[in-house]
């Protein structure tokens, strides 16, 4: 079958309008996905980054509230540290969807038991108890002090150690070792996403990966050195608490992700062309 020249034009300008298209169409998909899988990590993994200090300084200010109830020798002040404990319950039961339900559950018995101890000990004080009874209840509140505290923190804490350990393992990969690249910084991933403990979110974003391009972005000039570093600022930013940076430092990265796959597709599909206009 032969083909006269202006059939040939119209269809090597076809092809090539619906490779455009395709591209175009490919393209907003990955972006409409990157930008679902971002609002999920800044709703309900970041919002842990800020619980713990904000509950650290809930539990602070009760501490504060039962000692200066015992230094003013006030009841008054004393009974005002019930609605301490309350904000600090309500805020843990809010973050329902951040601290995993068993880990909540005994930070608000470790909380509540060591609340009972303390009002008894400051109401014991206010009453001028003196003598070992006394003091042997002080260190049972102080230890329950300490095992609230300990608590806290493992309820509102992401697992660093992991993190640490696959970054480090990750600069020391040679260039050569593409597949020891590629697996070490999916685990980072990994590891950072089931540091949220919550389920919903690891299985949306497995799910929205299990959609994207194959071809791995990590062979695009220079992406290597980019990720190792804003994988140090992502940690940094973690370990100090700072959700807004660690928000910019994620958007950020998987947006330079998005850009670098809209022209691993846009390659992908001109080489097709190409392919197709020499058959």
Do not use: C, K
């Given at each position: 079958m032969h083909l006269t020249f202006k059939t040939k034009l119209a269809l090597v300008v076809g092809a090539a309008a619906l490779a455009l298209i395709i591209l175009m169409a490919v393209g907003k998909g990955t972006e409409g996905r990157v930008e679902r899988q971002l609002a999920v990590i800044q709703e309900r993994y970041l919002p842990k980054l800020e619980l713990g200090p904000q509950l650290e300084n809930q539990f602070e200010h009760l501490w504060r509230g039962l000692q200066d109830a015992v230094a003013t020798q006030d009841p008054e002040v004393l009974g005002a540290t019930r609605q301490s404990l309350d904000q600090f319950l309500q805020q843990l039961t809010a973050a329902?969807?951040?601290v995993p339900p068993a880990e909540a559950a005994a930070l608000r018995a470790a909380v509540q038991d060591y609340y009972t101890a303390a009002y008894d000990v400051a109401r014991r004080q206010i009453a001028g108890e003196k003598g070992e009874a006394i003091v042997e209840a002080m260190a049972s509140m102080q230890a329950k002090h300490n095992q609230t505290k300990q608590q806290l923190q493992r309820a509102t804490s992401l697992d660093l150690n992991r993190l640490?350990?696959?970054?480090?393992?990750?600069?020391?990969?040679?260039?050569?070792?593409?597949?020891?690249?590629?697996?070490?910084?999916?685990?980072?991933?990994?590891?950072?996403?089931?540091?949220?403990?919550?389920?919903?979110?690891?299985?949306?974003?497995?799910?929205?990966?299990?959609?994207?391009?194959?071809?791995?972005?990590?062979?695009?000039?220079?992406?290597?050195?980019?990720?190792?570093?804003?994988?140090?600022?992502?940690?940094?930013?973690?370990?100090?608490?700072?959700?807004?940076?660690?928000?910019?430092?994620?958007?950020?990265?998987?947006?330079?992700?998005?850009?670098?796959?809209?022209?691993?597709?846009?390659?992908?599909?001109?080489?097709?062309?190409?392919?197709?206009?020499?058959?």
């Open positions: 329902h969807e951040v640490r350990t696959i970054h480090e393992q990750m600069l020391a990969t040679a260039p050569e070792d593409r597949n020891a690249r590629v697996t070490l910084n999916r685990l980072f991933h990994e590891a950072l996403w089931h540091a949220s403990h919550n389920t919903t979110l690891v299985e949306i974003i497995d799910r929205l990966i299990a959609h994207l391009h194959p071809q791995t972005t990590l062979e695009f000039p220079g992406r290597w050195d980019t990720i190792l570093s804003e994988h140090n600022e992502l940690l940094q930013a973690i370990v100090e608490h700072r959700a807004d940076d660690a928000a910019s430092i994620a958007t950020e990265h998987m947006t330079q992700a998005r850009e670098i796959r809209l022209q691993l597709y846009a390659g992908e599909l001109g080489d097709r062309t190409r392919s197709e206009r020499q058959q």
